[in-house]
Each structure stands twice: as C-alpha cells, then as structure tokens.
C-alpha cells in the first residue's frame, strides 16, 4: 500500500502561480510513476502531468503543457507540480496518484484531493 497526501492548493489571481506538493509513503519502493489529475463537478476526473519515477521523463496533456512541470524527488518521496501563467480554467481538484508496478493496469493509489482556485 501507498499513501498519499497533497497540499499546496489555494485561491490566485489569473496569470499567478502555485506550487502543489504530494507526499508519498508505505511501500514506495514499488512505484513506477507518479501523476497529477483534476476534477471540477460534474466532469470526469482528467489527466493533467505525470512522471516515471526512476528516469524523471514526465509527459503533459495539452492543456497544461508549456504552463505546468511535474518533478519528484526521490530521496523525500515526493512529487511536485509547478502551475504557472494560471487561468480560471485551472480552476479543480488536484488529485496525486501513483502507478504499482505489481498491480496490473493504472494508477492504483490516489490522495484526498487539494482544490485549486483560479480568479480572473
């Protein structure tokens, strides 16, 4: 099992940046990738940034991409997201999620969810 715990969400003007955070713990050693997800009501939770975690190559959706990095830093377990030139169609709940390489299929593990709040 792996836990997870993000924070680092909050209110920013349009334009602004944040820095979101996700701690992971338990049995890390089995983690392939790590990966951000956002949701806003009454939408499918979509994917937003991810990164595999022995090599550091992340990859992006279109939406975020040349805005938003992802980053990990393997000695601390954690995985950053760096939002930068927000807009209020940022505006979510950020979800941290990672990838057991011993479980069959996708992300296995989820947090608690941060909310992300853009003002124009």
């Known amino acids: 099992q792996v836990q997870l715990v993000e924070s680092g969400g909050g209110l920013v003007q349009a334009g602004g940046s944040l820095r979101l955070s996700c701690a992971a713990s338990?049995?890390?050693?089995?983690?392939?990738?790590m990966g951000w997800f956002r949701q806003t009501p009454g939408k499918e939770r979509e994917f937003v940034a991810g990164?595999?975690?022995?090599?550091?190559?992340?990859y992006y959706s279109d939406s975020v991409k040349g805005r938003f990095a992802i980053s990990r830093v393997i000695a601390t377990n954690t995985v950053y997201l760096q939002m930068n030139s927000l807009e209020p169609e940022d505006t979510a709940v950020y979800y941290c999620?990672?990838?057991?390489?011993?479980?069959?299929?996708?992300?296995?593990?989820w947090g608690q969810g941060t909310q992300v709040t853009v003002s124009s």
């Open positions: 338990g049995h890390t050693f089995s983690i392939s990738r």
């Open positions: 990164i595999w975690w022995r090599n550091g190559v992340s």
């Open positions: 999620a990672a990838d057991d390489r011993a479980v069959p299929g996708g992300y296995d593990y």
